[in-house]
């Protein structure tokens, strides 16, 4: 395992090549099993006078798709793919260390099941929710706009929780509270207000399913010191390695998709120049 790394592989194998104890915070977001492919294709604006649109400067646009990025998110059984997995995060994470499974409705209750058998039920710290406030709106039931990020430790009794790095945010009536704690804000409770990655924003890689640089820059901030190790297995465009090279931390992201393991080198090349081990490993995917 080289820090800073970037690597494709299967994460089952990657993981059992890992030394016992020697990470301090996982965070992983697997597939959600939604049965379908997970696709993004990326539209870009180029300047062309027989555009059907006129922009900036009175110029004609047209717009043009880029390149189609997508996974496979589909398994029989998908607890019995998440077993193993998790059975070697408790061996691989230090005594004082942590994991975040973020999931959606679909398995949480199945995965809460699975983490209480392999960490103990006394290892859960917190489900946060984050929600998010994109997309469509059901008519027909309440529209579905959160995931869970279940939170545990290897020991309850120690782990790392640096709760001066907490980003505050604002109170809802701030004019009750007085100036002084209205100015500071307040400590998030569990259900954390975030949007998704804007469609058309900076952040955006074009990779499905790439989750927001705020919710894990918070993970990672508050939950391990500099110079730690985080280890994201279910990597996707990176953003568990932005966050936590953002933050002086090292990384180690594994993903079987080429497509996922380009995209995070291109974007983390911007924040570790110079120390990106990028290994290739012959695979089925
Ligand atoms: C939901 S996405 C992760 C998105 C990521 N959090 C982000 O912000 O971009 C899940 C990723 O898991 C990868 N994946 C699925 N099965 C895998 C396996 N067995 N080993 C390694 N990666 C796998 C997929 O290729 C996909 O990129």
Partial sequence: MIPNSINLADNLKFLQGIPDESVSLIYIDPPFNTGTKQQMTSLKTV????????????????TEKGVSKSYLDSFDDYI???????????????????????????????????????FGRDSFMNEIIWSYDYGGRSKRKWPAKHDTIFWYTADPKNYTFNADTIDRI?????????????????IPTDVWWQTIVPTNGKERTGYPTQKPLAILERIVKVHS?????????????????VAAAK?????????????????????????????IGFTLEPQRV
């Fill in 170 to 186: 604002p109170y809802m009536a701030p004019s009750l509270v007085g100036k002084e704690k209205a100015a500071r804000g307040k």
């Fill in 80 to 118: 019995g793919f998440l077993a193993p997995r998790i059975e070697e995060v408790l061996r691989v994470l230090t005594t004082d260390g942590s994991l975040f499974l973020h999931v959606d409705q679909r398995e949480s209750h199945y995965c809460k099941i699975l983490l209480d058998r392999i």
């Fill in 47 to 62: 300047r062309d006078d027989a555009g059907d649109r006129t922009g900036f400067g009175g110029n004609r646009y047209r």
């Fill in 225 to 241: 010191n500099p110079g730690d190790l985080v280890l994201d297995f279910f990597a996707g465009s990176g953003t568990t390695g």
């Fill in 247 to 275: 933050n002086d931390r090292r990384f180690v992201l594994v993903d079987a998709n080429p497509e996922a393991v380009q995209v995070a080198a291109k974007r983390l090349t911007e924040y570790t120049p110079d120390c």
